[in-house]
């Protein structure tokens, strides 16, 4: 019987089983950097009745389990017909227009209710076969919403609807650190006891806002923003959300917008009828959906100890492939104030160190991740370190390369002989590795 097992194992192993073990490689930089953050999901009512809602469930409990801090906060209003078929017209139509008249209160909350209570009873399945099994997940409801009534606009009282008045963020942190997922319905309380009716995407908005959360993540019914050739939109900032591209709900893209000049960091729409889609976006540097940014997501800065894990999964492969000379992760510890990086996303995709020899410097490691090669971070990243020698008032600039060398003269380096190294640099030169030495000057 063991035997069989082991069988088992080795055939798996022997198929796909290192497909799994570099892509839970290759997502432990999203791993770190994602751990102790706060993610907002927005679940509409359409996403609510995917048949991708169990799926997407499953992997809401792993992000919790992976020590993401998550609010979650769900709509209703697409359900509302099914729910209570013998509405009366005029209150129909008045719901139509954002007006929740005092007939159709009770039936709000209930299947407002309702709808929460199916969400809590999905976060709280455990079953061995799913990836809630043990996972001791916590989901917490409550009165974290003060709201007002929107009241009369332009002669038209809007009765039970309501808008945000205060958020309690000193509660919602504190369930937040327990650490427990925070589910959150379109439903606010006043101080005068009444119940009202909130939009759940500005509602959502709202809570990212007052939360600073890093993320604001939209189910949507596409796999994000498509252009007009219906291609999807990897990434848009927000002043570029213009009517062409407006093709997903018009209120989830204001909802994201305002979020992100409130503050939050991005905000991302992502397909809910895609299986794993939430995961590719999450731990994929190619993602799934649309990322809406405030500024562009990519950055040029000084790296420091934190970056190692990064620089580590960045270079690793070219070491192995002998492109860059190997580094241990002591060497890089001592050494990471050398380097530049450019991140996106919070994530290292190029680097480069520059180590200073008297009179010149040497520009070491420069690498971009496959992913993202010929977009030009490679000269953006060249033109970042070569200002920072000439700061230095150093007036040349070498490098040593293997299969490099065309992308260095390229760029105005020239091939040069090893006698120009500087003495205690040609004293470690590797015979053996051959490597071309390339100079410029500035
Ligand atoms: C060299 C490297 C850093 C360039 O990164 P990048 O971000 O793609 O750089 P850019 O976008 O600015 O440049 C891309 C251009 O360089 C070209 N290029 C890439 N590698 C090249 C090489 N070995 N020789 C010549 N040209 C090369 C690409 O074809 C592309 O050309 P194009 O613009 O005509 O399409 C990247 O290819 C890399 O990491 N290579 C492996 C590591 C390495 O060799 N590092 C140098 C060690 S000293």
Request: neutral net charge.
């Amino acid at each position: 019987m063991s035997g069989s097992v082991k069988l088992a194992r080795q055939k798996n192993t022997m198929n796909n089983g290192y497909d799994h073990i570099k892509w839970f490689r290759d997502a432990s930089p999203f791993i770190n950097s994602h751990r102790k953050k706060t993610f907002l999901l927005y679940l509409g009512s359409q996403a609510l009745q995917s048949e991708n809602l169990a799926n997407i469930i499953r992997d809401i409990a792993l992000l919790n389990s992976l020590g993401i801090k998550l609010v979650i906060v769900h709509g209703w209003s697409g359900l509302l017909k099914q729910a209570s078929a013998s509405i009366e017209e005029n209150a129909w139509s008045k719901f139509l227009d954002g007006i929740i008249v005092p007939d159709l209160l009770e039936a709000s909350v209930n299947l407002i209710a309702g709808t929460q209570s199916q969400l809590l009873s999905k976060l709280s399945a455990g079953t061995p076969s799913s990836s809630m099994y043990r996972s001791d997940l916590v989901v917490t409801t409550g009165n974290f919403i003060r709201a007002r009534p929107k009241g009369i606009i332009n002669g038209i009282d809007h009765h039970h609807s309501g808008l945000v008045r205060k958020i309690n963020r000193t509660a919602l942190t504190q369930q937040l650190d327990n650490p427990a997922i925070v589910l959150i319905s379109p439903l606010g309380y006043s101080l005068t006891g009444e119940t009202f009716i909130l939009d759940p995407r500005e509602l959502a908005a709202e809570v990212a806002a007052v939360l600073k959360a890093d993320k604001l993540i939209f189910f949507v019914a596409n796999d994000g923003l498509l252009d007009p050739e219906q291609q999807l939109i990897s990434e848009v900032m927000s002043s570029e959300l213009t009517g062409e591209l407006l093709n997903t709900e018009q209120a989830i893209l204001q909802a994201a917008k305002k979020a992100i000049e409130q503050g939050v960091d991005r905000c991302h729409l992502i397909g809910f009828k895609r299986d794993g889609a939430l995961l590719q976006e999450l731990f994929t540097r190619e993602g799934s959906g649309t990322q809406i940014v405030q500024h562009s997501s990519i950055r040029v800065r000084q790296a420091t100890a934190s970056d190692v894990p990064g620089i580590i999964a960045l270079i690793e492969p070219l070491e192995q492939d002998g492109y860059l000379v190997k580094r241990s992760r002591e060497l890089l510890e001592s050494e990471v104030h050398h380097f530049t990086v450019i991140e996106e996303s919070g994530i290292v995709v190029s680097c480069a160190a520059i180590y200073p020899y008297g009179d010149m410097a040497e520009l070491a490691c420069l690498a971009t991740h496959a992913d993202y090669r010929d977009r030009e971070l490679g000269d953006l990243l060249l033109e970042a370190v070569t200002n920072q020698v000439r700061m230095k008032a150093i007036q040349k600039i070498f490098v040593l390369t293997t299969q490099t060398d065309h992308w260095f003269i390229e760029r105005g380096f020239a091939t040069d002989s090893l006698d120009s190294l500087p003495a205690n640099k040609r004293s470690f030169y590797n015979y053996q590795r051959n490597s071309k030495l390339l100079t410029k000057h500035l």
